[in-house]
C-alpha cells in the first residue's frame, strides 16, 4: 500500500490543529489525540514538497538506512521524474550522490530506496529509464 507523503504547503498548521492548549482548557478541550495530530503534521509538512510520493517500503529502507535527502533534491527528483513520465518512462533508476532510488514515473511513487555502495552490488530489472543527479 502506498502512503502519499505531501501535504501542500499552503495549509495552515494552527488552522488544523485546533485550539491551543490555553484555549482547549478554557472550553473542557483537546487531549493528547491532537498533539499527536499536530506532531505527525509538522512531520509531514517538514517533508519534500512536490507530489511525489514515498511508498511504506521506501520509507522503511531510507531510515534503516540513514539515507537523508534534502528537499532542494526531491523538488529536483519530483522534476525530473515529471520529465520522465511525460517520455514515456513508466519505471526509473534515479541516482543521486548518496543514493539510489527505483521510481514509478507512471504514479509519481518511490518504490525503493539503497545506498549508492549497496546499489553497486544490484542488478535493476523492469527499469525503462534512468535518472542521474550530482
Known amino acids: 500500500m502506498v502512503k502519499p507523503l505531501y501535504i501542500p504547503n499552503q495549509l495552515s ?8 492548549k490555553q484555549q482547549a482548557s478554557k472550553s473542557g478541550g483537546v487531549g493528547s489525540v491532537g498533539t499527536g495530530f499536530a506532531n505527525q503534521l509538522n512531520n509531514e509538512l517538514s517533508k519534500p514538497s512536490g507530489d511525489l510520493k514515498i511508498s511504506k517500503h ?23 521524474v515529471d520529465e520522465a513520465k511525460n517520455m514515456g518512462i513508466k519505471d ?6 548518496n543514493a539510489a532510488m527505483v521510481v514509478s514515473a507512471q504514479n509519481k511513487t518511490v518504490i525503493t530506496v539503497m545506498n549508492r555502495e549497496e546499489a553497486t552490488k544490484q542488478i535493476f530489472t523492469n527499469i525503462n529509464g534512468t535518472i542521474v543527479l550530482n
Open 13 to 20: 498548521l494552527n488552522r488544523l490543529t485546533g485550539p491551543s
Open 58 to 80: 521506501a520509507q522503511d529502507r531510507m531510515a534503516e538506512r540513514k539515507i537523508k535527502i534534502s528537499d532542494q533534491k526531491w523538488a529536483t527528483i519530483s522534476q525530473k
Open 92 to 97: 526509473s533508476l534515479v541516482l543521486t550522490d
